[in-house]
């Protein structure tokens, strides 16, 4: 295995390189594939040249769920790992990207609904910032984040269709419920658009920012005010990334809905 270790230009007194970044994401890669490797469903996905998202496992997610609904679904990394571990769930993916959604399908076992759209707290059209690593692309501009993670720069912007999880799913989605999020800081127009299928929801997956990476976006602090205010609370914090200068940057948060 070689590791490319890029060093950042001289600011004043510091000198950084990322090769701890690039030491961490190499071990988390090796965990996923040894996991997926074990599992014949996620064996599929890999055969489709997707890594299922088996680090989730450390995320603190009780179920099982009768619904999973996967906002930012990209390629199905969580949702060929949820089909996994809840085979009985009803699937339901959004996914801007038409590339990124058209492989859903082919890498989830079993039926899964998708949805070729970005989410939001309203319905129209926005400006995708697409990035190199089409994972990291948001409907915010790309800031921080380039600099954080070698190949997320913006690559091109296109104007996509924008709908709500209110406008899109059912009042009386089977429950429990999970919803997933991994938006690229537009966090908040999600939970936004889903003030009813929130009351639905028992557990929610949200990546979240402690810095600004995207320009803009609310950070990790503002999302959990926004929950608790919704009755869900913060119980599992899993999947840290650090930066260059040692300086947390996101984490996947997991909230649960308060009993009661």
Do not use: N
Not at 98 to 126: L, N, S
């Amino acid at each position: 295995m070689t590791l490319h270790v890029t060093t950042l230009p001289r600011t004043p007194g510091t000198r950084r390189t990322r090769l701890h970044t690039t030491l961490g994401r190499t071990r988390l890669r090796v965990r996923k594939l040894v996991r997926a490797a074990r599992r014949p469903r996620l064996r599929a996905a890999l055969r489709q040249g997707v890594l299922a998202a088996t680090d989730h496992q450390d995320s603190g997610l009780g179920g099982p769920f009768a619904t999973v609904v996967d906002v930012g679904a990209s390629r199905g990394q969580f949702a060929s790992w949820i089909r996994d571990r809840h085979p009985d769930a009803r699937i339901v993916c959004f996914e801007p990207l038409a590339e990124a959604a058209g492989r859903i399908r082919a890498v989830v076992d079993g039926p899964v609904e998708v949805h070729v759209a970005a989410v939001g707290a309203r319905p129209g059209r926005c400006t995708l910032h697409v990035s190199a690593a089409d994972d990291s692309s948001s409907l915010l501009p790309i800031g921080r984040q380039a600099r954080e993670f070698q190949g997320t720069a913006e690559a091109a912007v296109r104007e996509v269709p924008v709908t709500t999880l209110d406008e899109h799913l059912d009042a009386d989605i089977a429950q429990p419920a999970l919803l997933k999020i991994d938006v690229q800081g537009y966090e908040l127009e999600v939970l936004r658009g889903a003030t009813r299928v929130l009351d639905s929801v028992q557990e929610i997956l949200c990546e979240c920012s402690f810095v600004e990476l995207y320009v803009g976006q609310p950070l990790a602090g503002d999302v959990v005010a926004h929950l608790a205010g919704r009755g869900f609370r913060l119980v599992h914090v899993a999947g840290i990334s650090t930066g260059a200068d040692g300086e947390q940057l996101q984490a996947d948060l997991t909230f649960r809905r308060v009993a009661g």
